[in-house]
C-alpha cells in the first residue's frame, strides 16, 4: 500500500514532518552555499513563507545527537547524496523569541526565565557528552547570563562546537515601539541593554549562527554589541530558499493528482492561486533571472482545502497569512512625508508600485523616513521587487493578497471620515452579479465621492481616484477585482472579474475606464476625453483573454467620466 505524503499545514517540526511521511519541498540543496558563505548569518523574510521548518530542519542536520539517524531522516532529499562535513557536527541551541511572552513591564525577566528554560534543556539533551556533575550545576545556576557562559566553557573544554539557530529574533523588540514609547525600545537595544547585552554573549561562543526574522531593524540597533554577522536576506544565491517556485507548486499538484485526490486541472489550479499567493522576488540580481515565489503557507491552505473538499476556498486569504494588522496601521502611522499629503501608502494603493533604495538594516528611529519605511514594507512582504529603474528598484505590490491589504487601509480611512452605508451598497453589488444592474452600483460610489468633502482632500486626480473606486470595489465578494489589468495590448482600469467557482449565480462582469478630468476642463476636452475611451475599452473587450475570464457572462463595457468631484457622464458602450 502506498503511503500518502499529507499536506505539512501548520507542522513547523521537520522531524516530525518526515516521521509522518508528510509532504517536503527539498531546501537541503541550500545548506552546502550556506557553509561556504559565512559561518554568522542573518536572514529576514514576511510571515508564513517556510522559516521555521527551514530552521527545523537545519536543527535536524547539524545536531550532533542526530547523527545516527541521518540516512533515515533526510532519506529521499537532496543532502542525504550529497552530506557536508559539518553535518551531524554540532550542540545546537535552537530558540524562538516568538515564544518571548507577557507584560513588557516584566521583559526583562521574561526573556530571562525564557533563555533559562532553552539552556537547561540544552544541557539536559548533551549530558551524555560532559562529566557526571553537568547537568546539576548547570540547574544551580539561576542568572540565563552566567549559565551562557557555563556551557561555553564546558564546551571549549571537551573540544565541542556549538551551532546557535533563533527564530524570530526580531519578534518582541520590534512589538515594543508598537506598543511603548521608543525609549523602551531604546533601553533595550543600546547601552546595556539586556537584549544588547545577550548578543554580545554569542561573540566567541558558538561556531556558527544563524538568525531569521521578519525586519532588519534590531539588526541595525545591536550591530556594537554584535557585529560578526552576514546578511544574506537579499543576496541572489539565496531568493529562491524560502517559499516554492511555480514548479515546485506543480509537482505538488501533479503528486496528489496521481493519487486520485486532485480533480482539478492542473493549470487551473495555477491559474487560480498565482495572482493571490505568488510573485516574490527579494534579490535585484534575480529579478529577470529567477522564477517568482509563492507564499508556501497559501499554498498549502490553498491545496488542503481543495483535497479535502473538492473546491478551492470560498476565502483566498488565508486568516493565518494576514500580517498582523494591529502593527501594520501603527506602521503606516509612522508615513510621516513631508509635503505629500497621500503619503507612501497611498501612492502604491492607487499605482500599484514606488521606486525607492532598500535598506539592509536601519535603526528604530529612522522609521519615519519614507526612505527606509519603503524598505519595512518590502521586509514584511507588503512590497517586492519588480524590477530596476536606473540606481532605484522598481517595487511591486505581489499579488491580490497584499492589494487588499492596502485596499482594507484605505477603506478603512475613508469610512472615518464619511461611512457609507455598506448594507445599500451591498445590496447594489447583488444587483450589478445577478441582474446586470450596474447603475446602483457606481453611483453608490459616486455620490460618496462628491458627497465628501473630507475625502477630497485625500484624492487628487485620476490615479488617486482610482484608488478610491478600488477600496470600495473590492467590498464586492462575487467579483475579482483586477486594475490596471492588461488586455490586448493595452491596460484597462478596472476589470470585475466573475468569481464562478464561489457564485456561479453570477451572471454579469464589467471592464470599467474611469475618466478624470479637472475642473477647468472643457466640453470639447470632455468630448475628445470620451471618445478616446470608448476606443480604448472596445479593443479592451477583443482580446481572447477577455472571452475565457468571463465565461458565460455577459460583459458589459462601462466608462466612468469625472470632473473635478461630478460625475458628467456614466454609460454603457455597445460593442462594435
Known amino acids: 500500500m502506498v503511503q500518502i505524503k499529507r499536506l505539512p499545514y501548520g507542522i513547523s517540526d521537520f522531524r516530525q514532518l518526515m516521521r509522518e511521511g508528510k509532504y517536503y519541498v527539498d531546501k537541503t540543496m541550500f545548506l552546502p552555499m550556506m557553509e561556504e558563505t559565512d559561518n554568522f548569518l ?8 517556510g522559516k521555521s521548518i527551514f530552521l527545523s530542519m537545519l536543527r535536524a542536520y547539524y545536531d550532533i545527537n542526530e547523527r545516527e539517524n541521518f540516512q533515515e531522516t533526510f532519506k529521499g532529499l537532496w ?28 521583559l526583562e525577566e521574561d526573556f530571562g526565565d525564557y533563555c533559562n528554560q532553552m539552556l537547561d534543556d540544552f544541557i539536559e539533551r548533551y549530558a551524555s557528552f560532559y ?26 573544554r571537551k573540544g565541542y562546537p556549538l551551532y546557535l539557530i533563533i527564530d524570530e529574533y526580531d519578534n518582541f523588540t520590534n512589538t515594543v515601539p508598537n506598543e511603548r514609547d521608543e525609549a523602551v525600545y531604546h533601553a533595550l537595544t543600546h547601552a546595556s541593554g ?10 566567541g561562543m558558538f561556531s556558527r549562527i544563524l538568525m531569521m526574522g521578519v525586519s532588519p531593524v534590531t539588526m541595525d540597533d545591536l550591530t556594537s554589541g554584535y557585529n560578526i554577522a552576514s546578511n544574506i536576506s537579499m543576496r541572489p544565491e539565496f531568493n529562491l530558499m524560502l517559499g516554492f517556485s511555480e514548479e515546485d507548486v506543480r509537482q505538488m499538484i501533479r503528486y496528489y493528482q496521481g493519487l486520485g485526490m486532485l480533480k482539478a486541472d492542473e493549470d487551473s489550479l495555477i491559474e487560480e492561486m498565482k495572482p493571490w499567493y505568488d510573485n516574490y522576488c527579494f534579490a535585484q540580481e534575480s529579478v529577470d533571472t529567477d522564477p517568482k515565489m509563492f507564499n508556501c503557507d497559501m ?11 473538492g473546491k478551492s476556498p470560498r476565502e483566498m486569504i488565508d486568516p493565518n497569512t494576514r ?23 497611498h501612492e502604491i494603493a492607487e499605482n500599484g508600485y514606488t521606486y525607492g533604495t532598500l535598506a539592509e538594516s536601519f535603526p528604530a528611529e529612522e522609521l519615519t523616513r519614507p526612505q527606509i519605511f519603503v524598505s519595512l514594507l518590502f521586509y514584511y512582504g507588503m512590497l517586492t521587487i519588480g524590477g530596476n529603474f536606473g540606481a532605484k528598484v522598481k517595487l511591486i505590490i505581489p499579488n491580490n493578497n497584499v492589494r487588499r491589504q492596502y485596499y482594507g487601509y484605505l477603506l478603512e480611512e475613508f469610512q472615518k471620515i464619511a461611512r457609507v452605508d455598506t448594507m445599500a451598497l451591498s445590496n447594489a453589488y ?48 462575487y467579483y475579482l477585482t483586477a486594475p490596471e489589468m492588461e488586455m490586448n495590448h493595452g491596460f484597462c482600469d478596472f476589470f470585475l472579474m466573475p468569481d464562478l467557482r464561489h457564485y456561479p449565480m453570477i451572471r454579469h462582469s464589467y471592464i470599467l475606464e474611469l475618466k478624470y478630468l479637472k475642473a477647468d476642463a472643457t466640453d470639447t476636452d470632455a468630448a475628445s476625453q470620451w471618445q478616446e475611451a470608448v476606443e480604448q475599452i472596445r479593443q479592451y473587450a477583443q482580446g481572447g483573454r477577455v472571452s475565457y475570464l468571463v465565461g458565460d457572462t455577459q460583459l458589459h463595457l462601462l466608462i466612468m467620466q469625472i470632473k473635478g468631484y461630478e460625475t458628467i457622464r456614466m454609460e454603457e458602450i455597445a460593442f462594435k
Open 42 to 49: 542573518f536572514l529576514i523574510r514576511p510571515r508564513r513563507f
Open 79 to 106: 543532502i542525504a547524496d550529497h552530506p557536508t562535513p559539518e553535518r551531524g557536527k554540532f550542540q545546537v541551541l535552537h530558540m524562538d523569541f516568538s515564544r518571548v511572552l507577557g507584560n513588557l513591564d516584566n
Open 131 to 156: 562529566d557526571d556533575d553537568y547537568i546539576a550545576k548547570g540547574y544551580e545556576l539561576k542568572n540565563f547570563r552566567t549559565k551562557f557562559s557555563y556551557i561555553d566553557n564546558r564546551a571549549k
Open 194 to 203: 539586556f537584549y544588547r547585552d545577550v548578543f554580545k554573549l554569542f561573540k
Open 299 to 309: 499554498v498549502f491552505y490553498y491545496l488542503n482545502r481543495v483535497i479535502q473538499t
Open 323 to 345: 500580517t498582523d494588522y494591529t502593527k501594520m496601521k501603527k506602521l503606516i502611522q509612522l508615513d510621516q512625508l513631508d509635503g505629500n499629503r497621500r503619503g507612501l501608502i
Open 430 to 477: 447583488d444587483q450589478a452579479a445577478i441582474n446586470g444592474d450596474w447603475l446602483a452600483m457606481l453611483s453608490s460610489i459616486a455620490l460618496l465621492y462628491r458627497e465628501t468633502t473630507s475625502v477630497r482632500q485625500l484624492i487628487e486626480g485620476e490615479r488617486n481616484l482610482q484608488g478610491f473606486m478600488n477600496a470600495y470595489l473590492t467590498l464586492c465578494p
